[in-house]
């Protein structure tokens, strides 16, 4: 019988560096309280690898001496972290009741169209992924979205959408906004 299915790519080990920092994270609570340092922890895995596997997940609840479940439970629970690759630029957009009161949904629409994704989705260049959000505190300034989980984005309408992603194209590919050809 012959499985042409590709094998799964195997995923990096975690370097010297980030077990270090973790020894870090971990040294700032009681000895047999090291399982508070989980948040820490995924938080170093997604800075050295831009998401959080399960053969990750493994690893730091190995470290912190936790079933994998719990260290599972804390990936799922937060949006802030990424349990596959995702693009260069991770956008989540608000859908709580204040900004889909003031045109969150349209907004929402408007970047699902303009980057021919749906929510979940990656754009096939790889530099967008559009994720849905809880709350994100600032409903007086709805519809808002978070860029990369550290820059709000204000009042998003359409045009200001446009420029966002436009903005965000120029500055991952500089030469094609030149006019050069890449």
């Known amino acids: ?77 937060y949006n802030m972290y990424n349990q596959r690759p995702i693009g260069r630029f991770k956008l989540n957009v608000c859908t709580n009741l204040p900004c889909q009161l003031r045109d969150g949904e349209k907004a929402l629409a408007h970047l699902e169209k303009k980057l021919g994704i749906g929510m979940g989705g990656t754009t096939a260049d790889g530099l967008f992924t559009l994720q849905q959000s809880e709350c994100l505190g600032a409903c007086a300034d709805s519809p808002v979205m978070l860029v990369n989980d550290r820059t709000m984005c204000s009042f998003m309408t359409s045009e200001k959408l446009d420029q966002l992603v436009d903005g965000l194209r120029a500055c991952a590919h500089p030469a094609a906004s030149n006019g050069e050809s890449a």
Not at 29 to 36: C, G, L, M, R, V
């Open 1 to 77: 019988m012959n499985d042409n299915t590709p094998a799964p790519a195997a995923v990096p080990p975690l370097s010297e560096a980030t077990h270090e920092r973790f020894a870090r994270e971990i040294a700032k609570y009681p000895p047999d309280q090291a399982q508070s340092a989980v948040m820490a922890c995924l938080a170093i895995v997604q800075q050295e690898h831009g998401h959080v596997s399960p053969e990750h997940e493994k690893v730091v609840a190995d470290v912190l001496g936790m079933p994998q479940i719990a260290v599972h439970e804390v990936t799922t629970f």
